[in-house]
């Protein structure tokens, strides 16, 4: 599952199976495969992502396992199952891992299979194959709580962001309104930012400052303990 | 993996192979064993569980898929694979579940497998076969972030309790000592807990009152959204 933020809504990497598998079936679905016998999960996650998008992300993280037996038995599943693997109704366990990327870091790389990786917001996703839309939601709860432990939205952020950019990554991660006043005293509370000189240029309205975030300061406070947290 | 706590240490249920296979190996494991054919991961989690240590445990929950190709080629683990596995050296992978249980709720069934199982102190664990002690740690890790954002520890606290009692909780789970001070006053204003009239009896020292846990106000902080943690 790789996230993707454009500053303004969350974007989810999808591949196209059609060029898999011309004629048979053509819909998105999450980019995965089966691992090979000699690689450990964490090694299965970055290449098959790598395969299907070109992506070499640096940080992948499990969020979860999913193996109904009924997630490979929907009927219009069947075709393209039955394509692609020697024993298609053998059953699957999905060990699924997520990413957060800046997507104008990284671009799908058309000499692989990138033409077939496609970006969709989060919210325009209504129907995927398998049990995919289960796994789907699964991560975005996963992600939430990560969120709410962890500042991880940072690796979501140019370098030098407003406290608004910042704000609008985390409306669009719980996906509601949240009050900016408390939203600025609380981030500014969490002494990791560091507020520079600089402000925004050619804007209409009031210029706002820039922030960078502090590594050494968040290092610290990720390890001090749950107490930092204010639970 | 089955965290209980007695008020002082956690413990960790763990079953004893040697009744299993007799005159082969002994040495505790983790409960666990294969999913079946029909039934899904939290099933299997649930019956394995029950099967093992006679234990129907309410709530269990996932925290991570280990499945590195070495995990089974220690050389202290063959004989117990051969024995038990009609593919011995076929490649697992776990899906862990974990669960916190006040001790002193569930007996350990002695009609089932239930000699077998034992409950030992967290921090005298130094060896289990395969690669159990990495998914003990990743489970300990869980734990640990869950406990930073929900107040996950009630499950291990009997229904009136004095928040020493429950600092002790959070001092087992984080092993280490935490300000008491500091806890109480943020305890105290996640507005969750009533302070009951009750206080201590036959103490030598000055009874602390007792507490117990607002179930709805409980419900409602969880709900509320992140800000609410104060992340």
Avoid: C
Avoid at 185 to 191: E, F, G, S, V, Y
């Amino acid at each position: 599952m790789i996230f993707g933020f454009n500053g303004d809504q969350i974007y989810v990497l999808l591949i196209d199976r059609e060029n898999q598998l011309k004629n048979v079936i053509s819909e998105y679905a999450l980019p995965g495969n089966l691992i090979r016998d000699d690689e450990n999960l964490d090694m299965a996650a970055e290449r098959v992502l790598k395969e299907l998008t070109g992506l070499s992300v640096i940080y992948l993280e499990q969020f979860g396992a999913f193996g109904d037996p009924d997630r490979i038995k929907k009927k219009e599943d069947q075709p393209w199952l039955k394509a692609v693997r020697s024993i298609p109704n053998a059953r699957v366990i999905t060990v699924g891992y997520y990413s957060l990327i800046r997507m104008s870091d990284y671009e799908l790389n058309p000499s692989s299979f990138a033409k077939n990786a496609k970006w969709m917001p989060l919210n325009s996703i209504k129907k995927l194959p398998f049990d995919h839309l289960k796994i789907l939601n699964s991560s975005i709860e996963f992600l939430r709580s990560n969120t709410k432990i962890k500042p991880i939205g940072f690796n979501l952020l140019p370098e030098k962001f407003t406290l608004n950019q910042m704000l609008k990554l985390y409306e669009a991660i719980f996906n509601k309104k949240i009050d900016n006043r408390n939203f600025r005293r609380k981030i500014i509370n969490l002494n990791i930012l560091d507020k520079l000189e600089e402000k925004q240029s050619g804007v209409a309205h009031k210029p706002a400052n820039y922030y960078k975030f502090n590594k050494k300061r968040y290092e610290t406070y990720l390890e001090s303990g749950f107490f930092k947290f204010e639970f």
